[in-house]
């Protein structure tokens, strides 16, 4: 799901999986306009399609929610599976700040073992974490308690779950409907209600990791390689955080002391085919700033 300039992230992703073998439908559900870059579409019913490529195509959804799209991620699921792609064995959800980096076939098979995972950079909260108990206490009291079995804190920005584990979808959206209550809205997000303390500052994580403590369904989970957050990884990169790799001024940063991140450059390796996100003059300008950034960053970092 996107809206903004988050479509720049959605082309660099779909590009990846096109690299990599996904061949077929890729569904972002919207809010605003369609991405300047795709062009011509064909409106079918309440989509409209673009074909990337031989074999894939989007079918862009236009959403009406006024939850935030970040807490909206299991309804959409269950809204595609169910009414456009009820036959799919398997639904895979990204962030559009993601591209992958390993073969398609990789992630089928992990969904096979269980809901497909990644641990998150704030990982790991320890079972006995004042958090897990807050959860817990809310949760018993809508006759649902949580049964903490790791310390793993997983990140909301990726899901893989195979047709068999499908009612976490269900467990997913009752953990947010009792989160709302909390909160006051699902159209809440982080920075709107207040920092670490708060028992869901982290609103669709902390919704996800509780879910995950609700449901008997198994987990396969990858540590944070798997997001290039650590790295050692080889399935994703994921550039967490609000400065995004299309937002960024690499030079500036540099400067600060932080160099361009393993999801930066990997986002720069997907920009140009099958989807061209860039003019061929604003690609070279961004990739020459990202070449001399992390020049820079050899040398000076900060603390």
């Given amino acids: 799901m996107f809206e903004g300039d988050y479509h720049y992230g959605v082309a660099a992703f779909v590009n990846s ?33 673009y074909q990337v490529a031989n074999g894939l195509d989007i ?10 799209l970040t807490n909206f991620k299991p309804d959409f699921m269950l809204n595609i599976w169910e009414n456009h792609c009820p036959s799919a064995e398997a639904l895979f959800y990204f962030d559009p700040d993601i591209v992958i980096r390993c073969q398609w076939s990789y992630f089928e098979a992990w969904a096979k073992f269980g809901i497909a995972l990644c641990e998150d ?5 320890s079972q006995t974490h004042p958090l897990r108990f807050q959860w817990n206490e809310i949760y018993s009291q809508h006759g649902h308690p949580l049964r903490f079995t790791s310390n793993q804190y997983i990140n909301g920005g990726f899901q893989g779950i195979a047709r068999p584990y499908k009612e976490f979808l269900n467990e997913w959206c009752l953990a947010q409907q009792i989160m709302s209550k909390e909160i006051g809205s699902l159209s809440q997000i982080t920075a709107h209600i207040g920092g670490r303390a708060h028992p869901f500052s982290k609103t669709d994580q902390d919704a996800l990791n509780v879910a995950l403590a609700m449901t008997r369904q198994p987990l396969s ?3 944070k390689e798997g997001m290039d957050i650590e790295s050692g990884g080889f399935t994703m990169s994921h550039a967490i955080g609000h400065l995004k790799p299309w937002n ?50 050899r040398f000076y970092r900060g603390a």
């Fill in 17 to 49: 999986l096109h690299a990599h073998g996904f061949r077929g439908t890729v569904w972002a559900g919207y809010r605003g306009q369609l991405p300047p870059w795709a062009r011509p579409v064909i409106s079918e019913g309440s989509t409209s399609r």
């Fill in 59 to 68: 079918r862009f959804l236009p959403l009406t929610t006024e939850s935030h």
């Fill in 121 to 125: 950079i704030n990982s790991p909260l």
């Fill in 221 to 223: 989970i990858i540590g």
């Fill in 248 to 297: 960024t001024s690499f030079l500036s940063e540099a400067l600060r002391g932080h160099p361009p991140s393993m999801a930066c450059k990997s986002y720069f390796s997907y920009v140009q085919s099958p989807i061209g996100a860039y003019s061929a003059s604003k690609l070279k300008r961004a990739r020459l700033s990202l070449k001399l950034a992390s020049a820079l960053g």
